[in-house]
């Protein structure tokens, strides 16, 4: 009976996620005809001063769509991992001229990283990607500009930790701390961040989809994700990602073969 409450409860919440995606995407679609409608007729009649907001207010909206259902596909074929050992440091050093860009001017980029990092097992590419959505949160909460502040350390967790409903196993840790001087959240925003499909933005600008696809990322690299916000003070992400024990490359001694050749 328990088994049989909980499946439909969870049914009940895929049907309030499905309708509330219906919704926006229904919204956007509106848009679009709308718009459409409106050119049309002023063709008809021969009027064809401004069209170019119509236009503008279609190919928005299209867009907006687009990148919805892109987001979903993403979130619905996610990507299997592919664990490597990674220098996090060299990682976050060659995103900075992509994250300065996507801050823009009134944002500070602060980078400080640990000189004796230790590399962590896990998913270079989507690490990357998990890195530019906290960074475009991040943004998205300093509409006045501020400080952000992506940080590396290494961790050690004695024994294993009880965090919030969730257990850290002991072990060494890569840490990636993302940090930001923003609006902060509310503890009831603070206890959703996570779900997926929680947004607080705006009809079209947030899928509630970032968050929860860096935490199933977090778990499937067997680490953990914390965060701790204060209202109008700011917001730190930490991303807990298992040191790589494996033995580090060393360069051969004597000196490489030639590839083409293979002398
Ligand atoms: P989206 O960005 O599409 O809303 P996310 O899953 O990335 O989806 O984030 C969910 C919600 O968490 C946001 O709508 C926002 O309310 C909150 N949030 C995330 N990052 C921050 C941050 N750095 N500062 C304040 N609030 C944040």
């Known amino acids: ?16 996620l499905t309708g509330g995606i219906a919704h926006d995407f229904n919204n ?3 848009a679009i005809i709308g718009s459409m409608e409106v050119l049309k007729r002023r063709i008809r009649d021969g009027r064809y001063d401004d069209m170019h907001s119509f236009m ?4 928005g909206a299209a867009n907006r769509a687009a990148s919805l259902t892109h987001r979903l596909l993403a979130f619905a074929r996610r990507q299997p991992l592919d664990p490597k050992a990674v220098d996090v440091n060299k990682l976050i050093y060659g995103m900075e001229d992509l994250l300065e860009r996507t801050l ?5 980029l602060e980078v400080r990283l640990a000189p004796d990092l230790g590399p962590a097992l896990t998913d270079a590419h989507q690490l990357e990607n998990a890195i530019l959505n906290l960074a475009i949160n991040a943004r998205d909460a300093m509409p006045q500009g501020g400080t952000l502040t992506i940080a590396t350390e290494n961790a050690i967790i004695k024994s294993r930790e009880q965090y919030g409903q969730e257990t850290i196993d002991a072990g060494d840790y890569t840490v990636v ?7 902060g959240m509310s503890p009831d925003t603070l206890s959703k961040v996570f779900e997926p499909f929680f947004t607080t933005k705006p009809l079209g600008q947030g899928t ?27 917001t730190t992400f930490q991303l807990y990602l298992p040191r790589y024990q494996g033995a580090v490359e060393t360069r051969p001694l004597a000196p490489a073969r030639d590839a083409a050749t293979g002398a």
């Open 1 to 16: 009976a328990e088994e049989a409450l909980r499946h439909s409860q969870k049914m009940e919440a895929i049907g309030q």
């Open 28 to 30: 956007m679609l509106t």
């Open 56 to 59: 503008d207010s279609a190919i």
């Open 104 to 108: 823009g001017e009134k944002i500070k």
């Open 177 to 183: 701390c993302v940090g930001d001087t923003g609006v």
């Open 208 to 234: 509630g989809l970032g968050l929860s696809m860096i935490y199933g990322f977090a778990k499937q690299s067997r680490g953990h994700i914390r965060v701790e916000s204060a209202e109008n003070v700011g």
